[in-house]
């Protein structure tokens, strides 16, 4: 895989992290991501164009608005350095195929839904609608280059099949998850079942998982209780993006594992192997 290409989508990531900042910032608060033009939060000084170069332009300030001095919360270089990482990684793992513009709109929402969730304990259907409608609307584009409309099938089939399961938990345990978490298990299931139902499972599990290990150490450390709310979607998304960086030799190995013939099988979907 040329590494100019590889830089050149991380550059994309940082600049998409950039505008993901925004869209955490303004969303939950139901304001506008385009206008007004951004500002300092305490003093309401417009950001110029020198002052909002990603990444950069944080270490440059040293960390604080030009004019009033606040600090600059480290939310905002971690979401942009975050998602040029992951945009790269995702360059380097599915190269310039069919599947990338799918994982990257769908890494992209998911970064953003995570701030949200971690920060706020929301998940916005303003940034979750939008995220499910681009991302279907790429594995469309993927699938008819590629005449592989029983993938678009799988994806509509894990889509509704995680909401509904999700929504059932939610009625039977409600305090168990918010409505929002259901709607990002639909998101999680249309994004992923392209590269069918077993990639949505270890999503799903190793989501789950991380989210106990990290209540559990709360609750050991007394920094948490068993009513303390935890950002499940936070762990959800991050389940998801783990699913597409590794989830397919995860599950080609597995599938090896219960059924020794499909070791020899080619992968669901056609990826790099990592370096």
Do not use: K
């Not at 790429?138 to 592989?148: E, H, K, V």
């Not at 039977?172 to 392209?194: E, I, K, N, P, Q």
């Not at 190995?253 to 669901?268: F, K």
């Amino acid at each position: 895989m040329p590494s100019v290409f590889v830089v050149l989508t991380g550059l994309l990531g940082l600049a998409v992290g950039s505008f993901l900042n925004v869209a955490v910032s303004r969303v939950p608060a139901g304001r506008s991501v385009l206008r007004p033009r951004s500002a300092c939060p305490r003093c309401a000084a417009p950001i110029t164009a020198r002052d909002n170069i990603p990444l950069v332009s944080w270490v440059l300030l040293r960390r604080r608005c030009r004019a009033c001095r606040v600090p600059i919360p480290v939310r905002y270089p971690l979401v942009e350095a975050l998602t040029a990482v992951l945009f790269a990684a995702e360059a380097l793992r599915f190269g310039p195929s069919e599947a990338l513009p799918a994982a990257l709109v769908l890494t992209a929402g998911l970064v953003a839904l995570a701030a949200c969730d971690a920060e706020h304990l929301l998940l916005p259907r303003r940034l979750l609608y939008p995220t499910l409608a681009l991302t279907a609307a790429c594995l469309l584009g993927a699938a008819a280059a590629t005449g592989q409309w029983q993938r678009l099938g799988s994806s509509a089939a894990c889509g509704v099949g995680a909401f509904a399961a999700f929504f059932a938990l939610h009625r039977s345990r409600s305090g168990w998850l918010g409505f929002g978490d259901v709607r990002l298990a639909g998101l999680l299931g249309a994004g992923l079942g392209w590269s069918g139902p077993l990639h949505l499972l270890f999503a799903v599990l190793s989501g789950s998982a991380a989210g106990l290990l990290v209540g559990v150490g709360l609750m050991a450390t007394g920094r948490a209780t068993r009513r303390t709310r935890l950002p499940f979607g936070l762990f959800l998304a991050a389940g998801a993006i783990a699913a597409l960086l590794v989830g397919e030799p995860v599950v080609h190995w597995y599938e090896g594992v219960i059924d020794p013939s499909a070791a020899s099988a080619p992968p669901h979907v056609p990826v790099r192997p990592w370096p």
